[in-house]
């Protein structure tokens, strides 16, 4: 029986409904507030100043949201060195510690009146996230200190200077200024004018983070040059009424004398709509890119997706849930976008008065749409070089594991139970069901997987890493994220899910749904769904076999009516790391990444039997 044209669009809407997810937060909800800032640190939300909407008094109270349990807390802190009460300031987390504020609008405290006038500031604070004190930066001016400024952007760069761009002064008109503050030596090290205007109703100013070339294979070339650290990055819309959208990159002068380096902009295709006071992100090899977009027939929030690989952009397909309400906010934590807002509301009205809602939060879930990051390298590739020589080393073995097909590997149990947090436990159980010599049982482990399985679960134990070539095998790296699953071992589990995502194709999806079902993943699972629905969908469509049918899925995985970022693996082959190339190709490897060792042991009858 075959689905009708209705029945396809129909499961297609169901598997987008899966990826968005909208939860109400308890506790001390904040006020809707108007140019507060929002930042993300840990399992936090750092909500601090704005505007009550409701009565207009400015504030500088602190709300922080425990993410796991969307609980909200209002925070009392000490008033001494405390910042004045302020709205459209930014607050840049520095060190997983720290909240640098600086600017934003407050009231000129020097006049005497009752209602003080409205005044830019340009003063900075540090607030220590763990001991919730005001750290007192004594900052003495220089010709580098920045004029005051409100609506401006700022982001962390190089990882302890603090870069401060463009925004409003008291009577709004631009600062076309660039100034950095060291977070080291407490000064403001650099100024210098701007050639145009940013600020944050239209631009978002962001730094990617160091390549990491201690993975497994060789990383992709970013659009940026590669051979030294990363840049900061502006992205800006501006014009609404004839829009403009620009990236452009520099790297900030390091000493007063340098001149400021030109802006390169960079050619985007598929380029999103314009989007009013965005938030941006950077997750793995993505810029995420969400903000209000108002035309004559639509209000809506929404998250686009900019691959720094291929500099092309993708909207993210979040169903019909954030459709209704006002969403205004977005937030980046770990594998999830969160937004808030609130479902009742109304985002046109709400915009008008720059309001935003805590009541409310949208998860999205960005492993389900294509977006995904590796796990940062524990070590270089000589100490895993040395680990696999290591199992290979016959001489420091005290332990013979067999596996299910007969065969044998020699290793060392103190090795085991230091990366293996369950393999005492497992051990002294078998011992303790098996019969036999104690002696001998001390020396020898049974474990239900073929060699292949085991050699690669061991590889991985040794080193720390996916970092040979069997261990990129589909069916292998199935079976890892399973014993990943059962043996609780978190960080294989990262490691082998961002490799399934990497390999998820036609021929490989049915196989990554099944193993991600079993494991929990529920990012993986949804993106090789959906997958597969849409194979089914051509299908449903194709009215020749075999060739219009490769060429139609990879279209319409690539989009269900343009770019999506939801099925971007077929995208990606071109631009894929070589390692990784004839794996999406369906071609096997003949050679080894590392020195391995050789492991093909004669086939004995098994000595080891449990009862």
């Not at 607030?127 to 003495?140: G, Q």
């Not at 100490?383 to 020589?389: A, D, E, R, W, Y």
Request: with cysteine; aromatic share 12%; net charge negative.
């Amino acid at each position: 029986m075959s689905y009708s044209e209705h029945d396809l669009d129909a499961e297609r809407q169901s598997i987008a409904d899966l990826t968005t997810t909208i939860k109400s937060t308890k506790g001390d909800t904040p006020p809707p507030l108007v140019g507060a800032s929002t930042t993300a640190v840990g399992d936090y939300v750092y909500v601090f100043g704005g505007r009550v909407a409701s009565t207009n008094i400015m504030e500088n109270h602190l709300y922080i949201l425990h993410i796991p349990t969307l609980m909200w807390l209002k925070h009392d802190l000490p008033s001494e060195s405390e910042p004045s009460p302020r709205y459209f300031h930014t607050a840049t987390a520095y060190k997983n510690r720290y909240l640098i504020i600086f600017g934003g609008m407050s009231h000129d405290l020097s006049q005497t009146t009752d209602h003080p006038p409205l005044c830019a500031m340009d003063d900075i604070y540090m607030l220590d996230l763990e001991l919730f004190v005001w750290i007192p930066l004594a900052v003495s001016s220089s010709l580098y200190s920045p004029q005051a400024r409100y609506a401006h952007i700022a982001t962390l760069w190089n990882n302890d200077k603090l870069v401060v761009m463009g925004g409003q002064n008291t009577l709004n008109h631009h600062v076309n200024e660039m100034n950095i503050f060291d977070l080291v030596s407490h000064q403001w090290t650099y100024g210098s004018t701007l050639e145009g205007p940013f600020d944050a109703y239209r631009a978002v100013l962001f730094s990617p983070s160091q390549r990491d070339d201690t993975l497994y294979g060789k990383a992709p070339t970013p659009f940026w040059n590669d051979s030294q650290s990363p840049p900061a990055c502006i992205y800006a819309n501006y014009n609404f009424c004839n829009l403009c959208r620009d990236l452009q990159t520099f790297w900030p002068p390091t000493e007063p004398t340098q001149d400021l380096p030109n802006l390169d902009s960079y050619e985007m295709e598929n380029l999103p709509p314009g989007l009013r006071f965005p938030s941006g992100y950077i997750k793995g090899d993505y810029f995420i890119f969400s903000g209000t977009h108002l035309s004559s027939s639509e209000v809506s929030f929404q998250i686009w997706a900019l691959n720094l690989i291929t500099s092309t952009w993708s909207r993210m397909d979040t169903g019909p849930l954030l459709t209704a309400g006002s969403w205004n906010r977005g937030i980046l934590h770990h594998k999830n976008y969160y937004i808030f807002g609130n479902k009742e509301r109304d985002m046109k009205e709400d915009y008008s008065y720059r309001i935003v809602s805590f009541e409310n939060i949208a998860t999205v879930e960005l492993e389900a749409l294509g977006v995904y990051s590796s796990l940062p390298s524990t070590c270089s590739i000589e100490v895993q070089k040395l680990g696999l020589q290591l199992l290979d080393n016959r001489a420091l073995s005290d332990l013979t594991i067999w596996t299910s097909d007969n065969k044998f590997i020699h290793v060392n149990s103190d090795i085991l139970a230091k990366k293996w947090p369950t393999f005492a436990q497992l051990f002294d159980y078998q011992i303790s069901q098996s019969k036999g010599p104690y002696d001998t049982l001390r020396k020898q482990m049974l474990m239900q997987e073929t060699y292949a399985v085991t050699l690669a679960f061991l590889q991985y134990l040794y080193t720390d890493h996916l970092n040979t070539v069997q261990q990129h095998e589909p069916h292998i790296l199935a079976r890892l994220l399973v014993l990943s699953d059962i043996y609780h071992l978190k960080r294989l589990k990262g490691l082998v899910t961002f490799e399934l995502h990497q390999l998820l194709t036609l021929s490989t999806a049915s196989l990554v749904y099944e193993t991600a079902t079993l494991s929990l993943e529920s990012g993986l699972q949804i993106r090789a769904l959906r997958l597969m629905i849409n194979a089914k969908r051509v299908l449903n469509r194709a009215s020749s076999p075999p060739p219009l049918f490769r060429h139609s899925v990879r279209e319409e995985c690539i989009s269900p009516g343009g770019s999506s970022v939801s099925d971007a693996s077929s995208q990606s082959m071109a631009s894929s790391p070589p390692s990784m190339r004839s794996f999406l190709s369906g071609h096997s490897y003949k050679q080894k990444l590392f020195v391995e060792g050789n492991h093909s042991f004669p086939t004995l009858n098994h000595p080891f039997i449990l009862h």
